[in-house]
């Protein structure tokens, strides 16, 4: 043992402090072992799985009450808004294939939550009947009844002139 005193370990390498922030929208957005965890280069991805999410979440709203038929309209809406920016941002994404066909697929879906969220609100009156109708309906031919009437009152609506 020697009464020299040890030398400290030496310490890792410091980040050069920044007067800014690291990021393009003002954020922190950290570092790990292999560089930003939430780097430009993954947005446009969490931009195309938020457009999915909310294009599945269309589907799902729009075949219920008014006011959950008109939310999923909305989520249509903002899901073909997010597909877009996904497509938009593009080129600053790393794995452009699953961005563009995640974006591809929540425009086509989204797309069919608004159209049948709008032939649904455009015929509000009649499904409404029809779907009290069947609720309060216990036998078959009363379903038929329901159906029937159903079909009577789209026809009156579509070719007004034809009765």
């Known amino acids: 043992m020697s009464?020299?005193?040890s030398k400290p370990p030496p310490s890792p390498p410091r980040r050069p402090e920044t007067s800014g922030s690291d990021s393009v929208d003002g954020r922190d957005q950290?570092?790990?072992p292999e560089g930003p965890v939430d780097g430009p280069s993954r947005r446009p991805?969490?931009?195309a799985l938020l457009a999915l999410f909310?294009?599945?979440a269309s589907m799902f709203m729009t075949s219920g009450p008014l006011w959950m038929t008109v939310a999923g309209m909305v989520a249509g809406v903002a899901g073909i808004f997010f597909a877009v920016v996904a497509l938009v941002r593009l080129r600053l994404a790393e794995r452009r294939a699953v961005i563009v066909f995640s974006?591809?697929?929540a425009m086509a879906v989204a797309g069919f939550g608004l159209v049948t969220g709008g032939v649904r609100l455009a015929f509000w009156d009649t499904v409404s009947t029809y779907e009290r109708c069947m609720t309060d309906s216990v036998t078959i031919s009363g379903q038929a009844g329901c159906q029937q009437d159903m079909e009577n009152n789209l026809e009156g609506i579509l070719?007004?002139?034809l009765e």
């Open 45 to 47: 991805l969490n931009t």
């Open 159 to 161: 070719l007004p002139g």
């Open 54 to 56: 909310a294009a599945g």
């Open 30 to 32: 950290g570092s790990g």
């Open 103 to 105: 974006a591809l697929v």
């Open 3 to 5: 009464s020299a005193p």
